[in-house]
């Protein structure tokens, strides 16, 4: 297989601190279609989950309305991590600590997904919770510690360095 065969396909979780029409969460739900469009627009974006609204914000996952998820595909890790941290997407990184809870494990995984194929919100928590579980394996990881598509070598797993302004809660 070559390497075009091959997407990633990434999650991100989140319990937000109020409901979504409420004026905490108004800045994040006004930057919901600018930040999607930029992604969009990005370079090696391929798709994103979205609902009705055109964004992922309505699309529960469990019984918990306040839990949110966020998923994409893109043409490669490099291209994902340009966008989320190094473009204007990275303030709005900044900014979840004023509209997230704190987390208390991963709330975020990647994984490769054969080119075209479209991961459902049930695969991408059986996916986040297997690195919560297990830790980051080619079969779910995340850009501190990721693992190249199956048609490459296996490598021992680089850190991409995030901003640290982006990562974690201070």
């Known amino acids: ?56 914000t309505e699309i529960l996952t469990t019984p918990d309305p306040y839990f949110l998820i966020n998923m994409s595909v893109w043409e490669s890790i490099e291209t994902l991590f340009e966008f ?7 303030g709005f990184m900044v900014r979840r600590r004023e509209w997230f809870e704190r987390p208390t ?26 690195l919560q579980a297990h830790g980051a394996s080619p079969y779910a990881f995340t850009f501190k510690e990721h693992f190249p598509p199956p048609y490459e070598p296996l490598v021992p797993p680089s850190d991409m360095k995030p901003e640290p302004y982006c990562v974690g809660w201070a």
Request: hydrophobic residues 45%; proline residues 7%; glycine residues 6%.
């Open 105 to 130: 494990e991963a709330y975020q995984v990647l994984w490769w997904v054969p080119a075209g194929y479209r991961p459902s919100p049930q695969e991408a928590l059986a996916r986040l919770a297997h």
């Open 1 to 56: 297989m070559a390497k075009s065969d091959w997407h990633l396909a990434q999650l991100n979780v989140g319990r937000i601190v109020a409901p979504t029409d409420s004026p905490v969460l108004a800045d994040f739900m006004n930057a919901l279609d600018r930040i999607n469009a930029l992604a969009e627009a990005s370079p090696g974006f391929v798709w994103r989950l979205q609902g009705d609204s055109g964004n992922a």
């Open 84 to 90: 989320v941290y190094r473009s204007a997407h990275t």
